[in-house]
């Protein structure tokens, strides 16, 4: 898709008006959603427990568990024990009967229907798919707070983004996101080029950024936006991240 705008002029604009001092620079929390893999979990978090030790972050690990069994949230629990020893770092974790009574608390100090409330952080209607849920536990928690969210079946090896004409892509697409299949998993495994970083911290460096300061060092951007106000919007540099997303390698797409 060709720039929609007159690049130099647009960009120069954007550069000019930057502001690195509202950078929000350190995430406090690392949030993972799971349930009912409690083994699992524990390889996950301790992959991104380790990342964040390796760079001298010291985040506090929240786990919202939508496991049935009391075994299993046993289970959780010790593992958690363990990683807060191992990582000396502060754990929360939120099974389904501390959701139920936040819920609950939550319904009375807003004034919320319970109905909602439960809605929004438990399973009432017994649907298959129930991450959303935990999902909301973990963001009304970390409300006001810089965090990470990682699925529960991940593994923290960071690999370098492709090789790009242009170092920076402002898009208004409804999903700019990239598929590239393998053959397997082996083959994924020797064409990645993995390679040490800093999660946490970089994604750090973006949240809270406005354009300007995203585009001050970057000698290549490429823009396709179509709709004006988020042009203008940019342009008076009133925009900044609020979410940060890395690409996933080994999802299966389900």
């Known amino acids: 898709m060709p720039p929609l705008l007159p690049l130099p002029p647009f960009l120069s604009a954007c550069r000019q008006r930057a502001c690195p001092g509202d950078r929000v620079g350190k995430i406090e929390l690392i ?3 799971t349930a009912n893999r409690a083994t699992v979990f524990g390889r996950a978090a301790r992959s991104y427990l380790g990342n964040a030790r390796q760079y001298g972050h010291r985040p506090e690990l929240v786990v919202a568990d939508d496991s049935s069994d009391p075994a299993v949230q046993a289970e959780y629990r010790v593992i958690l024990a363990g990683l807060a020893g191992e990582f000396d770092v502060p754990v929360s974790y939120a099974g389904p009967e501390e959701k139920r009574a936040y819920a609950v608390h939550l319904a009375r100090a807003s004034g919320v229907p319970l109905a909602v ?11 298959g798919y ?5 999902r909301n ?10 965090c990470f969210s990682a699925d529960d079946d ?46 946490l911290g970089q994604h750090g460096r973006v949240l809270g950024s406005d354009v300007g300061s995203l585009l001050s060092d970057k000698p290549d951007v490429a823009v396709a936006i179509r709709h ?15 979410v940060g997303w890395n690409g996933l390698a080994g999802d299966c797409g389900h």
């Not at 409330?117 to 649907?127: S, V």
């Open 31 to 33: 949030c993972i959603p």
């Open 117 to 127: 409330t439960e809605f929004a952080l438990l399973n009432p209607f017994r649907i």
């Open 130 to 134: 129930r991450p959303g849920a935990n």
């Open 137 to 146: 536990a973990l963001l009304l928690y970390a409300a006001g707070r810089a």
């Open 154 to 199: 991940t593994v923290c090896r960071p690999v370098p983004g492709p090789a790009k004409p242009w170092s920076l892509r402002l898009t208004d697409v409804p999903d700019p996101t990239t598929i590239r299949p393998y053959e397997s998993l082996a083959h994924l495994e020797r064409e990645l080029p993995f390679a040490p970083a800093d999660v």
């Open 228 to 242: 004006p106000g988020i042009v203008q919007a940019i342009q008076e540099n009133r925009l900044r991240v609020a």
